[in-house]
């Protein structure tokens, strides 16, 4: 878009449209690179730019507008001359010229009443403002009178020699003087603007930097400025700064909110900035007048001060009584956080009184307000109130004074706190109440010393030596701490009764340092007696538990406790005390060091398996004499420990690797593997597949071939893990021992775990019996739902119902599979431990299929099905009920049937028997279950049908055969009786032969319902 118009409004359109809310925004991010006071000068700048072309606009808008006659003359001579000779155009002429002179005669007039206004609360920017407004006008009403209009009005005038001439050239002449006047001011008050500006947009410490300049500018302006030249306007100047300096103290005083809502001590600073700033005003402004006062041939400062700082000094006193009573909340706020006990009616006294005047509704910076000095007497009377009960308060304090200390903590809190002249007298009094009682704390003190000296209460974990030194410290701190600050009160200590209390405190004083001392030399001495414990062997063992300990003495930790603290304490010690004290971490670190490697040392002695055990004896032996030279020879000064610990260390370190190499080979290849064979599953029985007495043995001795030789697989890996254990420790070299490995111990090793190898095969094959054996004679039992194990068809073998496989072969199969589970160990070889090289090797499985548990499971399988073969028999003679259908001759029993001369009814009674044989043979189960076997009838219920189809099937032609010749018959008879009905009635004949065949026809109806329906 655009800005069209005037110059100056389409400036002011852009700053105020524009350019302002940009700058507020902070749009380009300018402010980052600018300080918080150059953005709040360059914001106060902008505004007061904007408040300039305002006012300029607002001039010219009001700008005087010279009256423009209605008869134009030509501006040449022959034209203005015959004008002068008319008396109409002369008369029209001096009307606006006496118009014009009103009008300039009322401006000229307005300045004095605007200069001499005695309105205090405008600032200096205002004198600015009026006189480029002024000036403004003026230049217009010049600007006119230069234009052609006017000139020819004046020209034409001046020929008729018009007495208004003479009046219009007195205020001609006024008007040229006041413009330059205007000019003039507006100069000189431009030049005091940057030391306005701080009144206006600044702080108090902003308008203390620039007083000097301001006076310096106003007194250059005095003496230059025609108009300022006198008292009385600038007075008035005077004034409006003071105003403008009330204004910017109230709004710094205001302007972080509410004073009550402020921090006291901070408002009580800008507080006495005001004052300063008054005071400074005042300096400045003397210092100024008394320069000018040495030179008496300038201008002098002789202006009316009470007019310029009479506001500014009642302000100042309402600001001095504010600091007052903010002062006092102060104090006392401060005196309640110290949470003094009984304080708390007096503070919600004082609560109160604040409280009460924080309601009231004026604003507390209004000097013009006198309710505020009625309110702040009022205040001042509720505090002295408050200060009298205060001083009750304090006077029941130290009525019963129960420790010295306390009472002189007391007494400083109150110190600190109350600054009043008032309760600060009454508080000195209270040095000698206190100083009377300390008499009485010097003789608690000397009756705990008697009493306790013997047996001091210590503080917790301080060594001896140390907790007597700090309770005899304790008790001089108790009368020493207060006696300091007695001495500093010169008047107390020259009375009669302090220099008694003196001499008692000296003499309790020196004893209680000599039981110091005592405790000191008695500790001096016991230094060499406690050094003695750093001879001893570094590591000890228990002569029943035989445990390694680290052997370090004990009295050493004290010497080393006792040297410390005293030290902190700031007590004297001996060098040799100093010197066991500066080892301090080296012991520490030894004995920590050493309780790590014997604790590590537990720990992988701990980890040793027994069964390995005995192999490692020259091994810990090894390790022993490592460790020896602790338990003989090193003392805890000896200057090898740090080589002797790392020899421990890495011989540790080394047994360790050793003891977890073995642990590892038995845990991972030797148990883990023991493990997978006594889990081997040698047969496969699904529990949700029922199988076929062919595919079973199929999957069991396919199932058997790759557990066999899993499980001998298994046994190599255990037999070499074995023979590597026993490489690993046969190997290990020792340095330090002669001793060597039992044979003995190593052919027991071997034997302990040939026997848990024999144990898991064993396992192994038991549980894989075990399993064949539930599964063969489990039963459907209820929540059961474990298949049969093996599927057997139910046929119909005439003249017998059957089983197929039968029961023998089903015995068969199992008897086969124990054999194969039996058979895989016969792969494995018994370990040779102490054999002759040569002698073969026995089969595991001579072994295994001796054992008592396996022979009995296997001849518990032998006869697995017998339970179950009466059971069977049982069902399948269920079956006989059915065996006419194959039994009986067929043509025999159809021609004896016949033979009878059967009905319809006959035929259908005896087809409604075999379908009803049909549907007792569908409604046998397909599979039934007995033990193990799973019987299929699908088959048998095949044959079934097929024998009841055929004896049904034979009835059913014949009967269908019969059916038709009826049927036949009683078509041929409908269609006679249809014929002979149709024939035409022609006589009485005709008549009766219908009626017959119509009575032969109901006679049929009726029997045909009977036969067919």
């Not at 405190?505 to 030399?521: D, M, P, Q, S, V």
Request: proline residues 3%; aromatic residues 8%; glycine residues 2%.
């Amino acid at each position: 878009g655009s800005f069209e118009g005037p110059t100056l409004q389409v400036l002011q359109r852009m700053l105020t449209s524009l350019y302002t809310p940009c700058i507020d925004a902070n749009l380009f991010q300018f402010t980052k690179k600018m300080k918080k006071t150059e953005v709040a000068e360059l914001n106060a700048a902008n505004a007061r730019c904007v408040k300039v072309l305002d006012k300029a606009i607002e001039s010219l808008a009001s700008g005087m507008e010279l009256e423009a006659p209605s008869k134009v003359v030509e501006n040449k001579p022959t034209a203005i001359n015959a004008a002068a000779a008319d008396n109409s155009i002369v008369a029209e002429y001096e009307s606006v010229v006496l118009d014009w002179c009103r009008q300039t005669e009322a401006l000229l007039n307005e300045k004095e009443g605007m200069v001499s206004s005695e309105d205090g609360e405008i600032g200096p920017r205002t004198e600015l403002e009026y006189w480029r407004s002024r000036m403004g006008k003026l230049n217009s009403i010049i600007e006119q009178l230069k234009g052609e209009n006017c000139r020819v009005v004046l020209a034409v005038l001046q020929v008729n020699k018009s007495r208004v001439i003479k009046r219009w050239k007195t205020n001609d002449n006024a008007i040229t003087d006041a413009a330059n006047e205007a000019k003039d001011n507006v100069k000189y008050l431009f030049t005091l603007d940057k030391y306005i500006e701080p009144l206006y947009s600044g702080t108090p410490a902003a308008i203390l930097e620039t007083l000097p300049g301001l006076l310096n500018n106003i007194r250059m302006m005095h003496t230059i400025a025609r108009y300022y030249s006198t008292s009385l306007r600038m007075t008035t100047l005077f004034r409006k700064v003071t105003d403008q300096m009330i204004a910017n103290c109230r709004a710094f005083v205001e302007a972080d909110g509410n004073m009550w809502d402020q921090p006291t001590a901070s408002l009580i600073a800008n507080l006495r900035t005001c004052l300063e700033v008054n005071h400074q005003y005042q300096e400045q402004y003397r210092a100024v007048r008394d320069q000018l006062a040495a030179s008496p041939k300038n201008k002098q400062f002789d202006f009316n001060e009470n007019l310029i700082f009479g506001k500014f000094d009642l302000f100042c006193r309402r600001v001095e009584k504010l600091i007052d009573m903010f002062c006092t909340v102060e104090q006392f706020s401060a005196l309640s956080k110290h949470n003094l006990e009984g304080m708390d009616g007096l503070m919600a006294n004082f609560i109160n009184i604040v409280s009460d005047f924080k309601r009231k509704p004026y604003d507390l910076l209004d000097f013009h307000m006198n309710q505020f000095d009625r309110d702040y007497l009022e205040f001042n009377a509720n505090i002295h109130e408050l200060e009298s009960s205060l001083q009750g308060f304090i006077n029941a304090s130290f009525e019963h004074i129960t420790s010295t200390e306390h009472a002189l903590s007391l007494l400083r809190q109150f110190q600190a706190i109350l600054q009043r002249d008032s309760l600060k007298d009454d508080l000195e009094s209270k040095f000698m109440v206190i100083f009377q009682n300390y008499g009485l704390d010097l003789e608690t003190v000397q009756r705990l010393y008697e009493k306790q000296k013997s047996s001091p209460p210590t503080v917790r974990n301080a060594p001896p030596v140390t907790g007597n030194v700090m309770w005899a410290r304790q008790l001089m701190r108790r009368i020493e701490a207060p006696m300091a600050q007695f001495k500093e009160n010169a008047a107390l200590m020259t009375t009669k009764e302090s220099k008694k209390l003196v001499k008692v405190y000296n003499k309790i004083a020196r004893t209680i340092i000599e039981f110091e001392t005592l405790w000191h030399l008695a500790w001096t001495k016991g230094i060499e007696a406690a050094k003695s414990g750093l001879q001893a062997t570094l590591i000890v063992r228990h002569p029943t538990s035989e445990k390694l300990h680290v052997n370090f003495d004990r009295e050493i930790l004290q010497l080393l406790r006792e040297t410390k603290c005293l030290m902190r304490m700031g007590v004297d010690v001996p060098e040799s005390a100093k010197i066991v004290l500066l080892q301090e971490e080296k012991f520490k670190n030894y004995y920590n060091l050493l309780s790590y490697a014997l604790l590590e040392h537990e720990q992988v002695m701990a980890g040793i398996l027994p069964i390995t055990a005995p192999l490692l004896k020259p091994h810990i032996s090894e390790l022993e004499r490592v460790i020896q030279p602790g338990m003989l020879s090193l003392t805890w000064t000896s200057m090898n420990i740090d080589a002797y610990l790392h020899a421990f260390h890495a011989e540790l370190m080394r047994f360790n690797d050793l003891v977890s190499k073995i642990k590892d080979v038995v845990d991972n290849r030797l148990m883990r593997n023991l493990k997978s064979v006594a889990e081997l599953k040698l047969v496969e029985l699904p529990s949700e597949e029922t199988f076929t007495l062919d595919k079973f043995v199929s999957i069991q001795e396919k199932h058997v071939r790759d557990q066999a030789a899993i499980m001998a697989a298994k046994n190599v890996e255990v037999e070499e893990a074995m023979q590597d254990l026993i490489a690993l420790v046969t190997n290990y070299p020792t340095k330090y021992t002669s001793e060597s490995i039992d044979p003995a111990d190593v052919q027991k090793l071997q034997a302990h775990f040939s026997r848990l190898m024999y144990d898991a095969v064993l396992n192994c094959t038991q549980e894989s019996l075990n399993l064949v054996k539930r599964r063969v004679g489990s039963r459907a039992l209820a929540g059961f739902h474990e298949k049969p194990f093996f599927e057997v068809n139910v046929e119909l073998q005439i003249p017998n119902v059957i089983m197929n496989p039968p029961l023998s072969e089903i015995q068969a199969a199992i008897n086969k599979c124990s054999r194969t589970i039996l058979g895989c160990s016969k792969r494995l070889q018994v370990w040779q431990i102490d054999a002759e090289p040569g002698k073969p090797r026995r089969s595991v499985y001579e072994v295994v299929s001796k054992d008592r548990e396996i022979v009995r499971v296997v001849l518990l399988l032998t006869g697995s099905v017998e339970g179950a073969k009466r059971q069977v028999y049982e069902y399948l003679n269920t079956f006989s009920k059915y065996d006419f259908l194959w039994k009986d001759d067929k043509e025999v029993a159809y021609k004896s049937f016949v033979d009878r001369k059967p009905t319809i009814e006959d035929f259908e009674s005896e087809l409604r028997k075999y379908v009803t044989v049909e549907s007792e043979i569908s409604r046998i189960p397909e599979k039934h279950t007995i033990g193990a076997l799973s019987l299929e009838t699908a088959p048998l219920k095949v044959a079934f049908k097929n024998e009841a189809n055929a004896w049904k099937s034979q009835y059913a032609e014949n009967l269908h055969l019969q059916a038709k010749q009826e049927l036949d018959h009683i078509t041929t008879w409908m269609i006679d009786m249809n014929r002979f009905l149709k024939r035409e009635i022609s006589d009485l004949d005709d008549v009766r032969m219908a009626m017959k065949y119509l009575s032969e026809v109901r006679e049929m109806e009726s029997r045909l319902d009977w036969e067919v329906g």
